[in-house]
């Protein structure tokens, strides 16, 4: 219990580390339009990196409703863009399906 508070002290030090040093290093620095572009498709990779493997294994009884879910996500997503509107009304759409289904 005693190692536990240095413990959280210097997890949160490494994690907040490399966020802070592009801010500290890159101030004053141009960046190229292609690492720009670059930078920017990073969080979107990983977000479907991280949820799309979940989400099939969500509702193994019935893929319909991933499917449907990561349809919603998707038009809606190309078509107005954000984060929290696509995910909500894809959380709905396949709660929707489940109800349907079963």
Same mark, same amino acid.
């Given at each position: 219990?005693?190692?536990?508070?240095?413990?959280?002290?210097?997890?949160?030090?490494?994690?907040?580390?490399?966020?802070?040093?592009?801010f500290?290093?890159?101030?004053?620095?141009?960046? %190229?339009?292609?690492v720009? /572009?670059?930078?920017?498709? !990073?969080?979107?990779?990983? &977000?479907?990196? =991280?949820?799309?493997p #979940?989400?099939?294994?969500?509702? %193994?009884?019935?893929?319909? /409703?991933?499917?449907?879910? !990561?349809?919603?996500?998707? &038009?809606?997503? =190309?078509?107005?863009? #954000?984060?929290?509107?696509?995910?909500?009304?894809?959380?709905?759409?396949?709660?929707?399906?489940?109800?349907?289904?079963?």
């Amino acid at each position: 219990m005693n190692n536990l508070i240095p413990l959280i002290f210097g997890m949160a030090a490494v994690t907040y580390g490399p966020r802070l040093m592009p801010f500290l290093l890159l101030t004053n620095k141009k960046i %190229p339009k292609r690492v720009d /572009a670059f930078l920017k498709c !990073i969080p979107v990779a990983a &977000i479907g990196a =991280l949820i799309i493997p #979940g989400v099939f294994s969500a509702t %193994p009884d019935v893929p319909m /409703a991933a499917i449907s879910g !990561i349809a919603f996500t998707l &038009i809606f997503g =190309l078509w107005k863009g #954000g984060i929290i509107i696509p995910v909500l009304g894809s959380v709905i759409v396949t709660y929707v399906v489940l109800l349907c289904a079963g």
